[in-house]
């Protein structure tokens, strides 16, 4: 389980820096405004690179703690609705799509 945990938590920190990257570029660069990820994924998108973070940061917290076989896999779960919920919730709102100025 212990592969399943690393190669979730890598994937997730892959996606939480392309992310990053994609959102920095296409603000940076005209004519790359397609390709942000908070209009192509949204809100559904940042949950689940989020939840992949956290189940992944979950499961090898509590294999590597000791815990007993079957409550890594909670604690596993539990990370990933952690951060899932706390990405939903706490992340932009209402974000105009690249390349629109909107008068505040």
Avoid: C, Q
Avoid at 64 to 70: I, N, S
Wanted: aromatic share 6%.
């Amino acid at each position: 389980m212990t592969i399943l945990y690393a190669t979730a938590l890598s994937v997730g920190l892959i996606g939480v820096v392309g992310w990053i990257v994609l959102s920095t570029v296409s603000t940076a660069v005209e004519g790359w405004a397609s390709a942000d990820p908070e209009t192509r994924f949204g809100k559904t998108g940042r949950t689940v690179v989020a939840a992949l973070v956290g189940f992944g940061m979950g499961g090898l917290s509590a294999t590597f703690a000791g815990w007993p076989d079957p409550t890594p896999v909670a604690g596993a779960v539990a990370g990933a609705v952690g951060l899932g919920i706390a990405s939903h919730l706490l992340g932009p709102t209402n974000r105009p799509p690249a390349g629109i100025d909107v008068e505040p």
